[in-house]
């Protein structure tokens, strides 16, 4: 049964940092691109960003360049969203996500507010 458990949310400051993992099971992460995904109060959900199935080539939306940085530890079955600099317009609920196949985390809340 594929599973995708995503923690590290919470409440920081502006300017502050935060590390999301999702642990993987029921599937290798070194045969799959994944993503992270969020959604922010009444608005879609948008794409944040993407990593290779061997990790070794990352996309990310305009809005994080620069500041969050996806990686993988295949020997671990996890993925990693490291975020620096948030914003309050990061606020928002972050998914790992399996696109291709349709696979979703439950999601983890981000809030960013002084």
């Known amino acids: 049964q594929v599973q995708l458990v995503e923690s590290g949310g919470g409440l920081v400051r502006p300017g502050g940092s935060l590390r999301l993992s999702c642990a993987a099971s029921?599937?290798?992460?070194?045969?799959?691109?994944m993503s992270w995904y969020r959604q922010a109060p009444g608005k879609e959900r948008e794409l944040v960003a993407t990593?290779?199935?061997?990790?070794?080539?990352?996309n990310y939306a305009d809005f994080v360049k620069g500041r969050f940085t996806i990686s993988k530890d295949n020997a671990k079955n996890s993925m990693y969203l490291y975020m620096n600099s948030l914003k309050p317009e990061d606020t928002a609920v972050y998914y790992c996500v399996v696109l291709t196949r349709g696979w979703w985390g439950q999601g983890t809340q981000v809030t960013v507010s002084s």
């Open positions: 990593i290779s199935d061997a990790g070794d080539s990352t």
């Open positions: 029921g599937f290798l992460t070194s045969r799959e691109i």
